[in-house]
C-alpha cells in the first residue's frame, strides 16, 4: 500500500498517535504524517503509507484551511482553552463591526511569534517541555501568510472564523493576537482543519473506519496512489532507450522523452507507462534530473 490515506483526526489524539494506531491496523511501519494537528483540535490529517512517505515534505507545505472559534475577554498560558486562565477582561463594548476589521488586519504577510505551548525546538529541547517547566525563552517572529479570514459568526464572547493560511501558521496565536489588538484579550475555543492542499473533510475517514475497511477488505479504495496525488504534474514517458537510465534515477536527454516538457516538475513514467518519479528540466545540463524517485523497477530484459 503506497499512497495517501486522508484521516479525520478526532480530539485527544495527537498525529503522532494517529501514526501509531494506523501502523497496527494496517501492519505497516514506513508510514508518516503531513503535519501537526494539537490533541484538541480535529479535522484533515493526511498520512502517507509506504513510498508515499517520501511525499510528507511536498504535502506539509501545502496551504491549510481552518475552521475556529475565538472566545474574548480570556488569555490562557497555552493560547486555547486547555490551558491555564491568566487573564479576563471585559469584551462587552467590543462592536461586531471592531472584530471585522481587526480580523481582516490579519490578512496577508504577517510575521508570527510561535507560542511556547509548541513543538518547535530552542536548542535541542521542544518549547513545550521547556513551557511545562514554568520556563518561557524567546522565539523568532516567523512569516506565515493568510490568504483569507473570514467572520463566519459572531455571538459573543464566541467568533467563529474560516482561516485559510500558510504553512507553520498557529491559529491559536491567531486569537491571541486578535485579542491583543482589540484590547480584550481571546484564545481559541476550538479548531477544525478542513482541507491540506487538494486533501477536504469530505473525504477522510476516522480511525475506527480504517479498522473497519480492513477487516472487510476494502481500505485500498480509501488510498490515494503517488501518481494520482502528484496529478498537477504533466505526464511525460522516457523511450525504450531511456528505462535503464530512468531505473537507475539517472538524468535523461530530451530525446529520450515524449513529450517534451520544459517548465517545472514532471511525472516521469516508463516508456510502459509505469510511474517512476517526478524529474525537472535543467537548461544548462540540457538533461531532466530526478528530484523524488517512487519506482524504479527493471523493466528489461537481462
Known amino acids: 500500500m503506497d499512497g495517501i490515506i486522508v484521516i479525520r ?3 485527544g489524539y495527537t498525529s503522532h498517535d494517529v501514526v501509531a494506531r494506523l501502523r497496527g491496523i494496517l501492519h505497516m511501519k514506513k508510514i508518516g504524517h503531513t503535519g501537526t494537528l494539537d490533541p484538541q483540535a480535529e479535522g484533515v490529517l493526511p498520512v502517507a503509507l509506504g513510498k508515499a512517505t517520501r511525499l510528507v515534505d511536498m504535502i506539509t507545505d501545502k496551504d491549510k484551511t481552518y475552521q475556529a472559534v475565538m472566545r474574548l475577554g480570556v488569555q490562557t498560558d497555552t493560547q486555547d482553552m486547555t ?5 479576563e477582561n471585559d469584551y462587552t463594548s467590543v462592536t461586531p463591526e471592531q472584530i471585522r476589521q481587526t480580523v481582516l488586519s490579519f490578512v496577508g504577510d504577517y510575521m508570527q511569534i510561535p507560542p511556547m505551548y ?3 525546538k530552542v536548542n535541542g529541547k521542544k518549547l513545550y517541555e521547556l513551557a511545562r517547566e514554568g520556563k518561557t525563552v524567546e522565539r523568532k517572529p516567523r512569516l506565515v501568510h493568510f490568504f483569507e479570514i473570514r467572520v463566519t459568526d459572531i455571538k459573543l464572547p464566541l467568533v467563529r472564523l474560516t482561516v485559510t493560511c500558510s504553512k507553520g501558521t498557529y491559529i491559536r496565536t491567531l486569537c491571541h493576537d486578535i ?3 482589540l484590547g480584550c484579550k481571546a484564545a481559541m475555543e476550538s479548531l477544525l482543519r478542513t482541507k491540506v492542499g487538494r486533501f477536504d473533510l469530505e ?3 476516522t480511525i475506527a473506519q ?16 503517488v501518481e494520482q496525488v502528484l496529478a498537477e504534474y504533466p505526464r511525460v514517458c522516457c523511450r525504450k532507450e531511456g528505462d535503464r537510465l530512468l531505473s537507475n534515477g539517472n538524468p535523461i536527454p530530451e530525446n529520450l522523452v515524449s513529450p517534451v516538457e520544459k517548465d517545472g516538475w514532471i511525472r516521469m513514467c516508463f516508456s510502459e507507462g509505469q510511474f517512476a518519479g517526478i524529474y525537472q528540466w535543467k537548461e544548462e545540463k540540457e538533461r531532466y534530473f530526478p528530484i523524488k524517485m517512487f519506482n524504479q523497477e527493471k523493466l528489461w530484459n537481462i
Open 83 to 87: 490551558g491555564t486562565i491568566l487573564e
Open 118 to 120: 509548541s513543538a518547535l
Open 179 to 181: 485579542g491583543e489588538k
Open 9 to 11: 483526526k478526532e480530539k
Open 210 to 225: 480504517v479498522e473497519k475497511e480492513v477487516k472487510s477488505g476494502e481500505i485500498e479504495k480509501y488510498i490515494i496512489p
Open 203 to 205: 473525504h477522510a475517514i
